[in-house]
C-alpha cells in the first residue's frame, strides 16, 4: 500500500496511495491522471449509455430527440463543470474530473426508480444505495487489478485501485448504512457494511462523517449539470412552457415539489418565488423555443449562462470565506449561498413537475418497477442460471444466503435498462 508519486498541488503521500501498490507503466503522469484514465476506460462508465437519465432510453417519450442524455453524458457533462471549477479553487482538475465520471457508476437499470426496488430487495442484505454499489464498483466489481492474499491465496479483485483522494473525492455520503450525521432516517449513505475496510482505508485520516472538498466540488458540479441540463431538455421537447412558469397557479405546484424534495423543508415560497424571478430576469433566459436554429443557439446560450451563474457563485464565496490559496482535501468547505442553491432547486423542480410527473412517465416507472421486481425474483429461484460469468463464479464461492443475494443485487445494478428486459424475458418467459 505505498504511495504514488507524482502528482501536483498539496496532495502528499497519504493522498496518492493505492490499496494495492503497483508500477506506474509509463513514468511522467500523476496518480490522478491514471485515476481518470482508469474510469475513462471502464466497461462500467461505458454502460451508462444504456440507463436512463430522466427519460428511459429507446422509449417513445424521446421521440423529439436521437440523442437524448443518459446517464454516461450527464456523468461527462458533470465532470467538465467539476473539472473546472475544482480547478478554479486549487484542486487537482484530474482528480475532481475522475470523482465526477465515477459518481454514478453504482447506479442500476431505470434510474432512481430502479435503485428504490433493488433497495427493497435487498432490504435483508443491507439495501441499496447507487453511491455504495458506486464504491463497491470501483473498489471491487469492476475487473481491473487482482491481488493475491498471502494467508488463503485467494486471488481477489481490488477494482480500478484507484487513489485514497480520488475514493474519497467519489464518495458523496461518508458513512454506512443509518448513520446519517444530521438525519438518522435518510435513506443516503455511501458504504456497505461488506465493504466497510476499504472504506476504512480510504478514509485515512479523515474527520468523520465530513466530506472531502473534492467530493463537495463533485456534489455541487452534479446538482448544476442536471438540474440545468433537465430543464433544458424539457424546453426542447416542448413539456416546459416558459410563458407558464409567470402563472400563480403553475408557480404553487412547482413551490411544492421544490419543498418537498430539493429545497430545504424550511424554505418560504417567497425565497422560490424570487429565485425564478431573478432567473427570468436576465437577457438570455429563454422566453420560448420553436426547434429553429435560432431558438437552439439561444437555449444553449441560457445553459451555459446558469452553468455560469451557479458556478461562480460558488466560486466567489468560497473564496471569500477561504482566500486565494489552493483548496483541498479537508483544507475548507465549498460555500454555496443560499440563493444560487434556492436557483438550482426551481430548476429540478420544474423538470421534475413538468418531465418526470407526465402520466406516460409514472406508467412506464410502474412498468420498470415490474421488470425489477421479476428479475430478482427470478434469479433468485434460478442462481447460478442467468448469471454473468463474473457474478456466477461469486455466487458459486459466496458464503452463506445473504452473500448470494447481494451477488444477485450486483447483477442486476451492473445491467443497463436494455439488458434488463432482455434478461427479465429470457428467464420469466421459460418460468
Known amino acids: 500500500m505505498a504511495g504514488t508519486a507524482g502528482t501536483s498541488g498539496t496532495y502528499d503521500g497519504t493522498a496518492t496511495e493505492r490499496w494495492a501498490p503497483e508500477p506506474d507503466k509509463r513514468p511522467g503522469r500523476t496518480a490522478f491522471q491514471r485515476d481518470r484514465a482508469r474510469v475513462l476506460h471502464s466497461a462500467a462508465l461505458r454502460r451508462l449509455a444504456g440507463k436512463t437519465q430522466v427519460v428511459t432510453p429507446g422509449s417513445r417519450s424521446q421521440e423529439w430527440d436521437a440523442s437524448p442524455r443518459t446517464r454516461l453524458t450527464h456523468s461527462l457533462e458533470c465532470a467538465q463543470v467539476g473539472r473546472e471549477l475544482g480547478a478554479a479553487l486549487g484542486c487537482d482538475p484530474d482528480l475532481v474530473e475522475a470523482a465526477c465520471l465515477a459518481h454514478d457508476m453504482g447506479h442500476p437499470p431505470f434510474g432512481h ?202 466560486e466567489a464565496a468560497t473564496r471569500e470565506a477561504y482566500g486565494k490559496g489552493p483548496l483541498t482535501r479537508y483544507g475548507a468547505e465549498l460555500v454555496v449561498p443560499r440563493a444560487a442553491r434556492l436557483e438550482c432547486a426551481v430548476l429540478k423542480a420544474v423538470a421534475d413537475r413538468y418531465v418526470m410527473q407526465r402520466a406516460e412517465q409514472e406508467a412506464l416507472r410502474a412498468d420498470q418497477r415490474i421488470i425489477l421486481a421479476e428479475l430478482a425474483e427470478a434469479l433468485t429461484a434460478r442462481a447460478p442460471e442467468g448469471l454473468d460469468p463474473q457474478f456466477r463464479a461469486l455466487f458459486e464461492s459466496a458464503d452463506g444466503d445473504r452473500a448470494r443475494k447481494r451477488v444477485i443485487v450486483d447483477q442486476i445494478a451492473s445491467l443497463t435498462d436494455a439488458s434488463a428486459r432482455s434478461l427479465h424475458t429470457g428467464l420469466t418467459s421459460r418460468a
Not at 164 to 189: I, Q, V
Open 113 to 314: 426508480n430502479g435503485e428504490q426496488a433493488l433497495n427493497d430487495f435487498a432490504a435483508d442484505c443491507g439495501g441499496f444505495e447507487g453511491n455504495a454499489q458506486s464504491l463497491r464498483l470501483l473498489t471491487r466489481i469492476e475487473p481491473k487489478r487482482f491481488v493475491r492474499f498471502e494467508e488463503t491465496g485467494d486471488l481477489v479483485s481490488v477494482g480500478l485501485n484507484l487513489t485514497r483522494a480520488t475514493l474519497d473525492a467519489a464518495t458523496k455520503y461518508p458513512w454506512p448504512r443509518g448513520a446519517h450525521p444530521t438525519r438518522p432516517g435518510s435513506l443516503k449513505f455511501g458504504v456497505y457494511e461488506d465493504d466497510l475496510p476499504v472504506f476504512g482505508w480510504a478514509r485515512k485520516g479523515a474527520p468523520a462523517d465530513r466530506i472531502c472538498f473534492e467530493a463537495q466540488v463533485m456534489d455541487w458540479s452534479d446538482d448544476v449539470a442536471y438540474s440545468v441540463h433537465d430543464f433544458e431538455d424539457g424546453l426542447h421537447a416542448g413539456h416546459v412552457d416558459p410563458a407558464a412558469l409567470s402563472s400563480e397557479t403553475e408557480r404553487r405546484g412547482i413551490w411544492a415539489v421544490a419543498i418537498g424534495r430539493y429545497a430545504p423543508r424550511d424554505t418560504d415560497p417567497a425565497e422560490l418565488s424570487a429565485a425564478l424571478d431573478r432567473l427570468m430576469d436576465q437577457e438570455w433566459w429563454p422566453r420560448g423555443y420553436d426547434g429553429s436554429a435560432v431558438a437552439q443557439s439561444r437555449l444553449k446560450d441560457a445553459t451555459s449562462q446558469l452553468i455560469g451563474r451557479f458556478c461562480l457563485a460558488a
